[in-house]
Structure formats: C-alpha cells, structure tokens
Nanobody, 124 residues
C-alpha cells in the first residue's frame, strides 16, 4: 500500500527557495516512478517534475526547468522537490504522486497514488 505525505510548503518571497518532501510509508517506493504536480486556484492540475525508479532520469515542465530539482532517496522512501528562484506564478498546492507502471509520465492519469498536497505561496 502506498501512502504519500508531503511537507515543506509555506510562504516565501519571490526569488526565495523551498524544499518539498514526500514520504511514502509503504514498502514499494523504490518500484514506483514519482512525480510532482501542482494546482493553482481556478486552474487545472499541471505536471511539474518526475523521476525514474533509480533516480537516473528526470523530466521537468518547461516552466520550472533550471529552477526546480527533483530527487529521491530510496533508502528513506522519500522524494524531494528543491525549488529555487521562486516566482509568484509558482503559487499552488503541490502534490506528489506515485506511478506503478514504471515509466515517467507527464499525465496525472498515469499516477495511481496521490498525497494530500502542501501549499506553496510566493509573494511578490
């Protein structure tokens, strides 16, 4: 069973940094592709980043490429999202998700388990 819990959100000024964490209390973390998505008020959920099983491959949305870094620690059953140079447009609820199919996907439908989300607010 996959149970995802995000943490690390908060309020930060534009240009600042935050590091999100997502811990999986289950026993299959290392077998799942992990992704981060975000959803701003009145907008659809959008892909942010994803990472392969071993962490050797990553994928990023163009809007965050060069500013955000996804990583994982399979020994700790945790995936991270380091967010630098934050902008007000990054304000959203951020969700981590687990994909049991083994292939990196940008589609939310490609993920089977979701966390409850953590709010990130970037002030100008």
């Amino acid at each position: 069973q996959v149970q995802l819990v995000e943490s690390g959100g908060g309020l930060v000024q534009a240009g600042g940094s935050l590091r999100l964490s997502c811990a999986d209390s289950g026993r299959t973390f290392s077998r799942n592709v992990m992704g981060w998505f975000r959803q701003a008020p009145g907008k659809e959920r959008e892909f942010v980043a994803a990472i392969s099983l071993s962490g050797s491959r990553t994928d990023y949305a163009d809007s965050v490429k060069g500013r955000f870094t996804i990583s994982r620690d399979n020994a700790q059953n945790t995936v991270y999202l380091q967010m630098n140079s934050l902008k007000p447009d990054d304000t959203a609820a951020y969700y981590c998700a687990a994909n049991t199919r083994g292939l990196i996907s940008r589609r939310s439908a490609g993920y089977d388990y979701w966390g409850q989300g953590t709010q990130v607010t970037v002030s100008s």
